[in-house]
């Protein structure tokens, strides 16, 4: 039996028992190779069915407002610095967001999250965006946003119209963030976090996988996470765009991409590891495997700038995975 092997047993029964496991652990087990990585998904997946049992979180997005936004992110279509071909708009109004919201709620999803482009949207901008919520709500649905570097004052605005969850993502480790973005800066992104648990609403955040980070970054962030302390964790992989800095990037390897969700799971035993975009673009024939990975959530339908998974396909995944929707 391999370190690596021994290693993993002995942390899930240590993880299950209550305890946690290390930064050095984590990236030992990082290197897992071959045979030996359905271990380790065999272990995540052990994880999950003890903290989560077998219910998949499934939500869905609509982009609200698109493109033309001001900040650098490499990985992004909509950015500035972007040559990608979108189709930018202003914020939609709240008819066509609602119409959204109905189709996600048909289709299973349990969250419904409006997400706009830019730094962050206008005091204005944040009042016609509760309306919208109140809307979401009346339908059935939980309402999540993603508006950008928001303060506590736009934040209890937005929980008070009916926001259970706001989302923003550390995206990857501080050492490798000024990799993928210089106009605002990553304590930004801690701060609006804090602000929004202050204003008692529940925190979505995590990253994109395949941007040039380490193992090593990887794992900084998601024991960032631990501390920080959000209750659902997003893994998106990169889908190369033509026209972003990083749009020539080859994308991960699919059992890199599920040693991922895996390593998150030891590391965050109890949160909704939630695969997002690039799941099928970067997974494909492995994609029915991110359950037995251990992940807990899903987003499902389209994403932001590039196309998703039909609503009817994850829901029959999760069925035929012996898994319920919840």
């Known amino acids: 039996m391999s370190q690596e092997l021994k290693a993993i047993r002995t942390i899930e029964d240590r993880i299950i028992s209550g305890g946690h496991i290390s930064q050095k652990e984590a990236l030992l087990i990082s290197g897992t190779k071959g045979t030996q990585v359905f271990d380790l998904f065999a272990s995540a997946n052990r994880i999950r069915n003890h903290f989560q049992g077998s219910r998949i979180d499934v939500c869905a997005i609509v982009n609200a407002k698109s493109g033309r936004c001001p900040e650098d992110c490499s990985y992004c279509a909509q950015s500035v610095k972007s040559s990608a071909e979108i189709v930018p708009y202003q914020l939609l109004c709240k008819e066509d967001v609602i119409k959204k919201a109905k189709d996600a709620k048909s289709g299973g999803s349990r969250r419904f999250c409006i997400v706009t482009s830019g730094k962050r949207v206008s005091e204005k901008e944040v009042a016609v965006i509760s309306g919208m919520v109140r809307e979401v709500k009346k339908i059935g649905l939980l309402p999540c946003a993603t508006l950008g570097l928001l303060n506590e004052n736009d934040l209890r605005e937005l929980k008070k119209a009916g926001l259970v969850r706001y989302h923003n993502n550390l995206e990857t480790s501080e050492r490798f963030f000024p990799n993928i973005c210089s106009t605002h800066s990553y304590r930004e992104k801690i701060e609006t976090i804090i602000a929004a648990q202050r204003s008692g609403l529940s925190v979505c955040s995590g990253g994109i996988f395949g ?27 990169l889908t190369p765009v033509k026209g972003t800095k990083l749009g020539k990037r080859k994308p991960l390897e699919p059992i890199e991409a599920l040693k991922i969700i895996s390593i998150y799971r030891f590391i965050l035993p109890d949160k909704q590891i939630r695969v997002c975009g690039g799941r099928m673009q970067t997974l494909g024939e492995f994609h029915p495997f991110i359950f037995l990975a251990g992940a807990s ?3 499902s339908g389209n994403y932001l700038t590039t196309l998703g998974r039909g609503f009817s396909e994850d829901m029959q995944l999760i069925r035929q995975s012996g898994l319920t929707v919840g």
Do not use: C, H, K, Y
């Open 297 to 299: 959530g899903l987003l």
């Open 211 to 237: 941007m040039g980070e380490t193992w090593q970054d990887r794992i900084d962030m998601a024991f960032l996470l631990r501390e920080i302390g959000p209750d659902s964790v997003p893994i998106n992989f």
